[in-house]
Nanobody, 125 residues
């Protein structure tokens, strides 16, 4: 099973930016739809963004639309999440995940079968 390792989290002031990375252990990741989720304390894990391997289309949660950008570099087996204009409510542990499908199947975490360990993002002044 593919192994995923996130990095790039940290502490940032409101309005700042961070770029998260997710390195995959196998080249086959390039044919899988990838996604980012997040989980704040005492809240359920929620969908953030997804990138379809089938046609390269992207999906975003309404709360981050226009501020976050998901992308991938298949030559590096790496998925990215560029986060701009960060807000305190973006504070959470961010997880990358891979789907067994090349097409986008929906926002549910049940559509993804491999997860990274998570990276903490804290937005605070």
């Amino acid at each position: 099973q593919v192994q995923l390792v996130e990095s790039g989290g940290g502490l940032v002031q409101p309005g700042g930016s961070l770029r998260l990375s997710c390195a995959a252990s196998e080249r086959a990741y390039s044919i899988r739809t990838m996604g980012w989720f997040r989980q704040a304390p005492e809240k359920a894990r929620e969908f953030v963004a997804a990138l379809s391997a089938d046609d390269g289309s992207t999906r975003y949660a309404g709360s981050i639309q226009g501020r976050f950008t998901i992308s991938r570099d298949n030559s590096k087996n790496t998925l990215y999440l560029q986060m701009n204009s960060l807000k305190p409510e973006d504070t959470a542990v961010y997880y990358c995940a891979t789907s067994p499908y090349s097409v986008y199947m929906g926002d549910s975490s049940t559509n993804y079968n491999a997860w990274g360990q998570g990276t903490q993002v804290t937005v605070s002044s």
